[in-house]
């Protein structure tokens, strides 16, 4: 996995790892409440619609999938009504770096669920051919990957969170597919355009979370796993094939378990988290996390 190249600190803080959803974080083992009502960002494939999935198996009452392919979108609501005959959906087309089209997208969410939009997820996500040395990177490459992976992010925040806020009883969740590989400084994968902008999001949310915890939001930075996504599978390259073993679905039940029952999860807001880790670890070592203020980018000075 990526800690094996700069990580390791943060990918083995616990000792056991999930591959796929089992156990306490099977999404059919955790029925959410009605309504529950999510917006997914990047839902066309791969990750998105494995967290699309999982939501539809936990019974999510309403969703939104939102992506600039439509056509993949189509195939996402078609495996998630397969699952849940019951869920109401809706596809939007969206162009997260576009201020319009994410503003766009969160009046076609206010018009269908009002004031009852309980989480968001933003996964989409950009990576570009590997180029390990500055000098190689490709400006526009590099200026895509912020464009996408942080400034979506943002856009996101802005247009999206206030919908979360007006529902004073929902689980008001700010999701965002991060990837441990913001600590990444070496190694095959350690490329400036998509690690550095990864680690802007990271911080980001992470300026999210003291904003807008005393209103009641939490958010939330996940680390899907080491999946071979349809992106992963175009732009890594082979030395780092073998470690991509997790399940596409593993994040979206990991998100699944946060939100079901979020206020119990507030103490995890403004971290990041990986999909691997085995949760009954995580809530084992809550008093160390919060007392130390674990799993942050910090600056140490002794």
């Given at each position: 996995?990526?800690?094996?190249?700069?990580?390791?600190?943060?990918?083995?803080?616990?000792?056991?790892?999930?591959?796929?959803?089992?156990?306490?974080?099977?999404?059919?083992?955790?029925?959410?409440?009605?309504?529950?009502?999510?917006?997914?960002?990047?839902?066309?494939?791969?990750?998105?619609?494995?967290?699309?999935?999982?939501?539809?198996?936990?019974?999510?009452?309403?969703?939104?999938?939102?992506?600039?392919?439509?056509?993949?979108?189509?195939?996402?609501?078609?495996?998630?009504?397969?699952?849940?005959?019951?869920?109401?959906?809706?596809?939007?087309?969206?162009?997260?770096?576009?201020?319009?089209?994410?503003?766009?997208l969160a009046e076609k969410c206010k018009a269908k669920f009002g004031d009852?939009?309980?989480?968001?997820?933003?996964?989409?996500?950009?990576?570009?051919?590997?180029?390990?040395?500055?000098?190689?990177?490709?400006?526009?490459?590099?200026?895509?990957?912020?464009?996408?992976?942080?400034?979506?992010?943002?856009?996101?925040?802005?247009?999206?969170?206030?919908?979360?806020?007006?529902?004073?009883?929902?689980?008001?969740?700010?999701?965002?597919?991060?990837?441990?590989?913001?600590?990444?400084?070496?190694?095959?994968?350690?490329?400036?355009?998509?690690?550095?902008?990864?680690?802007?999001?990271?911080?980001?949310?992470?300026?999210?979370?003291?904003?807008?915890?005393?209103?009641?939001?939490?958010?939330?930075?996940?680390?899907?796993?080491?999946?071979?996504?349809?992106?992963?599978?175009?732009?890594?390259?082979?030395?780092?094939?073998?470690?991509?073993?997790?399940?596409?679905?593993?994040?979206?039940?990991?998100?699944?378990?946060?939100?079901?029952?979020?206020?119990?999860?507030?103490?995890l807001s403004g971290r990041l988290l990986s999909a691997t880790w085995d949760?009954?670890?995580?809530?084992?070592?809550?008093?160390?996390?919060?007392?130390?203020?674990?799993?942050?980018?910090?600056?140490?000075?002794?």
């Amino acid at each position: 996995m990526a800690e094996d190249w700069g990580s390791r600190g943060v990918g083995q803080f616990l000792s056991d790892r999930f591959s796929k959803p089992e156990g306490p974080i099977d999404p059919t083992l955790h029925r959410l409440r009605t309504p529950f009502n999510v917006c997914i960002v990047g839902a066309s494939r791969g990750i998105g619609a494995g967290i699309a999935t999982s939501y539809a198996k936990a019974g999510a009452s309403g969703l939104t999938l939102a992506s600039r392919r439509i056509s993949g979108l189509e195939e996402t609501a078609r495996q998630c009504r397969d699952i849940n005959s019951a869920v109401d959906i809706d596809i939007v087309a969206c162009d997260i770096t576009s201020a319009a089209s994410v503003a766009t997208l969160a009046e076609k969410c206010k018009a269908k669920f009002g004031d009852h939009l309980d989480v968001v997820v933003v996964n989409s996500g950009y990576s570009g051919p590997v180029k390990l040395s500055v000098l190689d990177t490709d400006p526009d490459t590099f200026q895509n990957a912020i464009n996408v992976n942080y400034v979506g992010t943002f856009l996101c925040a802005k247009y999206l969170i206030p919908l979360l806020l007006a529902n004073a009883t929902g689980a008001r969740a700010f999701i965002a597919v991060s990837s441990l590989a913001v600590c990444l400084v070496r190694g095959p994968i350690a490329n400036a355009q998509y690690c550095v902008s990864k680690a802007a999001q990271l911080k980001l949310m992470e300026n999210i979370h003291e904003q807008f915890l005393p209103q009641g939001l939490q958010s939330f930075s996940v680390h899907p796993g080491a999946v071979l996504s349809e992106m992963a599978d175009e732009t890594v390259p082979d030395a780092f094939r073998p470690h991509l073993t997790d399940s596409t679905d593993l994040c979206g039940a990991f998100c699944v378990w946060l939100t079901r029952d979020a206020a119990s999860k507030q103490w995890l807001s403004g971290r990041l988290l990986s999909a691997t880790w085995d949760v009954r670890e995580i809530e084992a070592k809550r008093e160390e996390i919060v007392s130390k203020d674990l799993l942050k980018l910090k600056v140490q000075v002794v």
